[in-house]
């Protein structure tokens, strides 16, 4: 970005009449699809599409939290919710690995630097729209944020929510490019450098599971399940096949509506928190079953 366009984004951010920030999302990458997936929100309560840099974003409704920065030293995980009316999404993602893997782009700018088409009968009264300090110009926009979509958190016939994780929390990010983070583990769970393969302990939160589980395979249609089964779903992880555990929370006979990746009030998924107390949970430490703990604990200042 040029020093004229920084100045013009700084002079937007810091003025008291400064026009309505227009945040925008782009999903490419995605498993089985060419698709590029562009949308927004509805920022300024604008429920119609947008263009931008010439390219066009539909209007779907969706909130994001956690964009920013942290000082602690472990990245930013945010939380994609999308609106799933009548499971339109579901049906959307059933075939793409739920979007587990796609790439997310996320473009800030201002409602005043929107391509021209936006703004009705730009072109025959520019004075008009230039006294509403409107201001076409794709290339002023805030720094792209760029993430991975890392997994589904929760998905039901309203909406499904998706963890988000930097491009630099991978696991196959070798040193010296290995960020260095004292209590955050960068493995995949389950994947390579974890190798955890033993029963579910507890969720992302480190919320145990309790009671005797009952190991039930490769979750099937039109099986019945008590509280406490765990089952595995097949993902597919780039080029490999990654099993994904969750147990039963609820009593149910399967079906398309409440497949463990589809219904979370049915289904609990095993997840590691990726912190040593998560660690500590499936791994004793000691000399025959040492902590793979993909952070740096002895980088902690004391």
Known sequence: MSFQKTECINKELFSQASSEEIILFEISNITNSSDVIRFHGGSNAI???????????????NSIEGLEERNDGQLSRPRLQLINMDGFFSRYIYDKDDLIGAEIKIVRTFLRFLDE??????????????????????????????????????????LIEYELTSPLDLENVA???????????????????????GDPKADSNDAIFTGSLTDRGQWADEIVYAKNDFVFVDIKDGNEIRKVVYVCISANTSNSDNKPTVNSEVWAQDSCSKTLKGCK??????????????????????
């Open 117 to 158: 088409v936006n703004f009705l009968n730009y072109s025959g009264d520019v004075n008009f729209w230039n006294q509403m300090g409107v201001n076409p110009d794709p290339s002023s926009k805030l720094r792209d944020q760029k993430y991975i979509i890392n997994q589904k958190v929760a998905e039901n016939k309203n």
């Open 281 to 302: 949970f499936r791994y004793s430490g000691d000399e025959n079953d040492h902590l793979p703990f993909g952070g740096f604990p002895g980088s902690r200042l004391f």
């Open 175 to 197: 040193i010296p490019k290995r960020q260095i983070i004292n209590n955050y583990c960068a493995w995949k769970y389950r994947g390579k450098g974890c190798l955890y393969s």
């Open 47 to 61: 429920k119609s599409s947008i263009v931008f840099d010439s390219k066009e974003y539909f209007f779907i409704p």
